[in-house]
Each structure stands twice: as structure tokens, then as C-alpha cells.
Antibody, heavy 117, light 111 residues
Framework: QLLLQESGPGLVKPSETLSLTCSVS??????????WGWIRQAPGKGLEWIGS???????SYNLSLKSRVTIPVDTSKNQFSLRLSSVTAADTAVYYC?????????WGQGIRVTVSS | QSVLTQPPSVSAAPGEKVTISCSGSTSNIGGSFVSWFQQLPGTAPKLLIHSNNKRSSGIPDRFSGSKSGTSATLGITGVQAGDEADYYC????????????FGGGTRLTVL
């Protein structure tokens, strides 16, 4: 059974880079059928798609975050990551990793990240 | 401001039927399949409906989806207390910005 597990620091200082990892088990990340992506949810708010990557390197990012985001895929470790630079308090959210085709069809449990000094 | 528009809240008594609407445009709903997600309190979203009207594995047939033009609808019949959750529509947007877009979410309250 597919399992996605987020990991990373729960507290990040303003202006620093938020780095999270999603470990994939029960499935291979080098599938040509799926992308691997990140979605976030600010406190009390709705869902915001951050972006996605295929293992081949093809990427798609939310235009509003594109200048600050990268989503590298590591097939050797069967995991993918999120790098979000120059964070501010507005980046405080629960971050979900997910697998998808057009839309995410399988989600991790989420990790809460707070941006604060 | 979400790209897709949903009502903020709906309510229903146990056993009743409820519908949740999702409105978009030709660049998203009008040109893509629509999915629906259920987010129970304190948990991650779960895929309920994909490809407009196909239930995800394990989802009871009380849940249904439909799409017409640039709008979509989630229907829940025989509402139960355990259905109390936030529901989100989502689809791919083919405009210049591209990517996955979601509705703002609808809170279902079971009376």
C-alpha cells in the first residue's frame, strides 16, 4: 500500500529556506504515470497547490511561488523534496506531499511548518 | 481568492441529501476532469471523486459527482454525522499560469 511521509523542521526563521522531504513507500517514484507534488494549507484556509515534478525532471509550479520553489526528485532514495526560499510568516502552513496525475490522488498526512524568529 | 468558487457552507439533517457546487471557467473545469476531496477535521484531504463522476476506491455510492460546462456538483445522499467535513473541488488549469486549482472549500454541517 502506498504511503507518503513528510519530514522536516517544524520551525523556520524568516528569510531562510524551508526544506521538506517526502518519503515514498509501497510504490516507485520513477513511475512515468505520476507526478510528485506539494500542496499547503494555511491556518483556517483552503488548499494551495505549490507545484509538482516528474522523476524525468519535468516540473510545474504555482506562478505565485515559482521564483522561490524547487521540487527535486531523488529516485535513488525513492523520495522527493520541497525547497521554498526567502520564507515569511505568510508561508506558515501545513504542507502535504502528494502523488498525482492531473490532480493529487494520494496525500501524505501533512507536516505543520511555522515561520517565526 | 480561489480560482474555483464554492459556497462556504452547507448543512443537512441526517438522512437528507445535500449538493455542493463548484464553478470555474473554460480554462479549468470547462477543459478538464473535476475531482472532489473530503477533509475530515485534523486530517489530510482524501480523494472522493475523480474524472468528474468516478468514485475513488472504498467510497460509498452515497457520494456522486457531475459536471456540466464550467460547473461541477458533488452530491451526498443519506447524510451521516461522519460526513461532517470540508469538501474541496479541484482540477487542472490550462491557462498560462497552469497547474492544479482548488475551490475555497465548503464546510458541511450535519444538523
Amino acid at each position: 500500500q502506498l504511503l507518503l511521509q513528510e519530514s522536516g523542521p517544524g520551525l523556520v526563521k524568516p528569510s531562510e529556506t524551508l526544506s521538506l522531504t517526502c518519503s515514498v513507500s509501497g510504490g516507485s517514484i520513477d513511475s512515468t504515470s505520476y507526478y510528485w507534488g506539494w500542496i499547503r494549507q494555511a491556518p483556517g484556509k483552503g488548499l494551495e497547490w505549490i507545484g509538482s515534478s516528474y522523476y524525468s525532471g519535468s516540473t510545474s509550479y504555482n506562478l505565485s511561488l515559482k521564483s522561490r520553489v524547487t521540487i527535486p526528485v531523488d529516485t535513488s532514495k525513492n523520495q522527493f523534496s520541497l525547497r521554498l526560499s526567502s520564507v515569511t510568516a505568510a508561508d506558515t502552513a501545513v504542507y502535504y506531499c502528494a502523488r498525482g496525475t492531473m490532480v493529487p490522488d494520494f496525500w501524505g498526512q501533512g507536516i505543520r511548518v511555522t515561520v517565526s524568529s | 481568492q480561489s480560482v474555483l468558487t464554492q459556497p462556504p457552507s452547507v448543512s443537512a439533517a441526517p438522512g437528507e441529501k445535500v449538493t455542493i457546487s463548484c464553478s470555474g471557467s473554460t480554462s479549468n473545469i470547462g477543459g478538464s476532469f473535476v475531482s472532489w476531496f473530503q477533509q475530515l477535521p485534523g486530517t489530510a484531504p482524501k480523494l472522493l471523486i475523480h474524472s468528474n463522476n468516478k468514485r475513488s476506491s472504498g467510497i460509498p455510492d452515497r457520494f456522486s459527482g457531475s459536471k456540466s460546462g464550467t460547473s461541477a456538483t458533488l452530491g451526498i445522499t443519506g447524510v451521516q454525522a461522519g460526513d461532517e467535513a470540508d469538501y474541496y473541488c479541484g482540477t487542472w488549469d490550462h491557462s498560462l499560469s497552469g497547474g492544479v486549482v482548488f475551490g475555497g472549500g465548503t464546510r458541511l454541517t450535519v444538523l
